[in-house]
């Protein structure tokens, strides 16, 4: 028996600096058959990004099974139980399927029903909420920012999931904005409304001195626990790209009980399984201190996030940045050990955005340098 496969991975073109990112057609993701899915696996891990196009029939279980293909150990959500404590930074931003619990909704305004949620209010974050500084409102409609760069991932307990996958189920009527990044330097891009924006952790170890891939590769970061509760307070700075450090982070004792052994410290460079490229692949709100190669520890907070920032800005530069302008029906898959990524944009109240979300907590760590 042959088994057909029109399958078609077409490379984004290269922009200036950017090289990532593919379109996939000609398949469909509710009857994926071993030979497609080993082909978007490949695309994953060549292209780090990869957008499927002509999935709107697209059903949660489908969208599970496809995750959990590329991890078929995992079985827990991304985030485990970290959503349920009402403290976390994350909780309003998403609501849980019930009839698929692995995948979460999320978008901007109100449904009267989805997928067995009734009378929900979907709310796209807001810079403003997040950062230290904001846009004045009144230019709101027309100039927005990165809100949080991140990597999926609980960073306590859990590992890193190794693939998302995003898919657009409802987009409002097609705009941009100017996206500034406010940090003294100019640097803007021209972005569609609510894109989601990423970086090649590949690029950004690529671009770095060969002094500091050496500091890279041979250094280890140490999460804070309950990160996302820890950090609740605190503010990011106007890049995005981590957090300002203002002594804002909870105590110990303001958090949940820690269990030491769950903490996190993984390498700072992940190499990519099939190609043996390396990422620089660190969140950088969550971090807390650096494990050095002599056994040093940072743990003063300011200069371990200003090292950190060094080292990622450079790889946030616009020319670097893919924001993907969506439609109805894309299903995106990011290799999470391989990329940073940011929601943008500023929704009105009545601009209804719609989409569904996967990731799966990895059955085992990212592979280091
Ligand atoms: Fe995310």
């Known amino acids: ?44 891990y060549e292209y780090t990004v990869i957008v499927v196009k002509d999935q709107a029939a697209c059903t949660p279980a489908a969208q599970y099974a496809l995750t959990n293909r590329f991890d078929p150990a995992s079985t827990s959500y991304g985030h485990g139980k970290t959503l349920d404590t009402k403290k976390s ?11 698929q619990p692995q995948v979460q909704v999320i978008g901007n305004g109100h449904l009267d029903s989805f997928e067995g949620l009734t009378d929900i209010k979907l709310k796209h974050p807001h810079h403003a909420t997040f950062h230290a500084t904001r846009i004045p409102a009144e ?12 990597i999926d991932a609980a960073l306590y307990d859990l590992n890193p999931p190794r693939a998302t996958t995003l898919m ?14 406010d940090d003294g330097t100019g640097d803007e ?3 569609p409304l609510g894109t989601t924006a990423f970086v090649s952790g590949y690029t950004m170890y690529d671009i770095l001195s060969d002094d500091d891939k050496a500091f890279a590769r041979t250094t280890k970061v140490e999460y804070a626990p309950h990160p996302y509760v820890w950090m609740s307070s605190a503010r990011s700075r106007s890049t995005g790209l981590g957090l300002v450090s203002e002594g804002k982070e909870l105590s110990l004792d303001q958090l949940p009980p820690v269990d030491e052994s769950k903490i996190q410290v993984l390498p700072m460079v992940w190499k990519n399984p099939v190609t043996g490229r390396l990422a ?21 907070l300011r200069e371990v996030r200003d090292i950190v920032y060094l080292l990622q800005r450079p790889g946030i530069a616009p020319e670097l940045v893919y924001a993907h302008d969506w439609e109805e029906g894309d299903m995106v898959i990011f290799n999470n050990h ?32």
């Open 1 to 44: 028996m042959t088994v057909a496969s029109n399958i078609k991975v077409t490379p984004l073109p290269p922009t200036d600096g950017r090289s990532f990112g593919a379109i996939v057609t000609g398949v469909d993701l509710n009857k994926l058959n071993d030979i497609e899915f080993q082909h978007l696996r490949a695309a994953l």
């Open 89 to 99: 930074i994350l909780h309003p931003d998403l609501k849980t399927i019930p009839h």
């Open 139 to 150: 230019e709101d409609e027309h100039f927005t920012r990165f809100y949080r760069w991140h």
């Open 168 to 181: 657009a189920v409802r987009v409002p009527e097609g705009r941009t904005q100017t996206l500034r990044y």
């Open 189 to 191: 891009l021209t972005v």
């Open 280 to 300: 620089l692949q660190v969140h950088p709100s969550a971090v807390r201190k650096l494990h050095l190669a002599d056994g040093t520890v940072m743990d003063e």
């Open 338 to 369: 391989g990329c940073l990524h940011s929601v943008v944009g500023a929704f009105k109240e009545d601009e209804v955005r719609v989409f569904r979300q996967c990731n799966l907590a990895a059955s085992a760590a990212p592979l280091g340098a």
